[in-house]
């Protein structure tokens, strides 16, 4: 029978649950409450997140997911930066995508701080021709 969160990243934690009675818990949300996110969230926003790659895993308890899901339960917007856009499933999100163009997975690898941070810079900019209340044509 197979255990739920103990496949291919979880495996150990299967075998110290059948050892020693460990129990496995969803490492975005846990991470999420030791650094009380939703004391954060309350003050912002926007919730901006990223992910590698965006697909239909992404809701199997990915951070990008959990993130979403804190986020919207209170009514803040979502925009993820990802790597890679495959499917965004059921989430109401807006993505960008930090790819400067086509470019091999090993050239994206090599530049993913820069191609960030130029993408951020743009997010910035979108979001400051906003304030006020202004809105897009």
Not at 23 to 30: F, N, V
Not at 79 to 89: I, P, Q
Request: charged residues 20%.
């Amino acid at each position: 029978a197979g255990m739920e969160m103990a496949g291919a990243a979880g495996g150990i934690g299967g075998v110290f649950c059948a050892l020693f009675g460990a129990k496995l818990l969803p490492g975005a949300e846990l991470v999420m409450d030791l650094v009380s996110w939703e004391s954060k969230l309350h003050g912002a926003d926007v919730v901006i997140t990223g992910e590698g790659r965006l697909d239909a895993q992404s809701t199997w308890g990915k951070t990008v997911y959990a993130v979403y899901k804190r986020a919207i339960r209170k009514n803040k917007p979502v925009v993820a930066l990802v790597g890679e856009v495959v499917d965004v499933g059921d989430m109401d999100i807006a993505v960008f995508s930090v790819a400067q163009g086509p470019v091999s997975l090993e050239v994206a690898c090599k530049n993913t701080g820069l191609f960030l941070r130029q993408c951020a810079k743009e997010l910035g900019k979108l979001m400051s021709a906003l304030e006020g209340g202004r809105r897009l044509l």
